[in-house]
């Protein structure tokens, strides 16, 4: 059986294949498989082992590259929406807590400043909400649309 990872990553893949199409945007099997590369390997750097929370928040399309990213790191994805309202996203973020969040800088600060201002106030010793890679648009190569 052929799993998803085998079909991104596998070796008789055309690197030049058309993978995606958003908007007006095409991406290529190659773009999509380098971006995920770069993804898992900052992940794995962060800490990521398998079965990690990893939140993701981004839009399309660099949400795929980021799922086969942490899928390759091992992680378990977490759908971030940005449109989701602070107390959504605290909701959310309480329940998985995700270990690191991939976001672009441009697009994280405010959301979650304002969804760790939501969040109900943690006990002495619990954990605090997850950092956020803020620097991931340089780190993972991605580039904001």
Same mark, same amino acid.
């Given at each position: 059986?052929?799993?998803?990872?085998?079909?991104?990553? $596998?070796?008789?893949?055309? /690197?030049?294949?058309?993978? =995606?199409?958003?908007? %007006?945007?095409?991406?290529? *099997?190659?773009? &999509?498989?380098?971006?995920?590369?770069?993804?898992?390997?900052?992940?794995?750097?962060?800490?990521?082992?398998?079965?990690?929370?990893?939140?993701?928040?981004?839009?399309?399309?660099?949400?795929?590259?980021?799922?086969?990213?942490?899928?390759?790191? $091992?992680?378990?994805?977490? /759908?971030?929406?940005?449109? =989701?309202?602070?107390? %959504?996203?605290?909701?959310? *973020?309480?329940? &998985?807590?995700?270990?690191?969040?991939?976001?672009?800088?441009?697009?994280?600060?405010?959301?979650?400043?304002?969804?760790?201002?939501?969040?109900?106030?943690?006990?002495?010793?619990?954990?605090?909400?997850?950092?956020?890679?803020?620097?991931?648009?340089?780190?993972?190569?991605?580039?904001?649309?």
């Amino acid at each position: 059986m052929t799993s998803l990872l085998d079909l991104l990553f $596998g070796a008789d893949s055309d /690197p030049d294949a058309l993978l =995606l199409h958003v908007r %007006d945007r095409d991406r290529t *099997l190659a773009d &999509v498989r380098a971006q995920a590369e770069e993804i898992a390997s900052t992940l794995a750097e962060a800490g990521v082992e398998p079965g990690t929370p990893v939140g993701v928040m981004l839009p399309d399309p660099e949400v795929v590259p980021a799922l086969f990213g942490v899928w390759r790191a $091992g992680g378990a994805y977490v /759908p971030l929406n940005p449109r =989701l309202g602070a107390a %959504d996203l605290a909701h959310i *973020l309480e329940a &998985v807590e995700p270990s690191v969040i991939v976001t672009f800088s441009g697009l994280s600060p405010s959301t979650l400043d304002d969804t760790r201002r939501a969040m109900p106030r943690t006990a002495p010793g619990s954990s605090p909400a997850p950092p956020a890679c803020n620097n991931t648009a340089a780190v993972a190569g991605l580039a904001s649309s």
